[in-house]
């Protein structure tokens, strides 16, 4: 269990056979997926709901993701999820997969999400609503 709090939201992995690549760890290509799922459980998390992906939302502008650590078919890994800065028209998005037993740092990923209108196919302001989601939830931490 990860010892920062900071890391309001926790998710467990399960490692599939398939993410497996010839060199018997987690395809470095697979850990994009985990996050994914961090991001998804995240805004659920926030929102008590799938969060509104049309319309008004946000979209992913630029992802970095660095890997430090192998992880292995019988690891038991987790994904911590935080937003560490909302500005005016972006959001920050830090995450990492972390060793359960552990607490031990596999891999980082940082998000820059922007505000977007589906509709009219061009950024925004983040959200009002998403901001408030967020900083109540943030808050707690």
Do not use: W
Not at 89 to 118: H, L, P, W
């Amino acid at each position: 269990m990860s010892k920062d709090k900071t890391y309001r939201y926790i998710e467990p992995v399960q490692i599939r056979f398939n993410d497996i690549d010839g060199q018997q760890h987690v395809n470095n290509g697979i850990y994009q997926q985990y996050y994914d799922i961090g991001r998804a459980g995240y805004l659920t998390q926030i929102s008590g709901t799938e969060y509104q992906t049309g319309g008004k939302s946000i979209v992913v502008a630029s992802v970095q993701t660095d890997f430090l650590q192998p992880i292995f078919l019988h690891d038991k890994v987790q994904v911590e999820t935080r937003v560490s800065k909302i500005g005016n028209k972006s959001i920050t998005m830090e995450q990492r997969i972390t060793a359960i037993d552990s607490g031990e740092v596999k891999s980082t990923c940082t998000t820059i999400f922007v505000g977007f209108n589906y509709d009219e196919q061009s950024s925004i302001k983040i959200p009002e609503d998403l901001r408030s989601m967020i900083n109540a939830y943030e808050k707690g931490r």
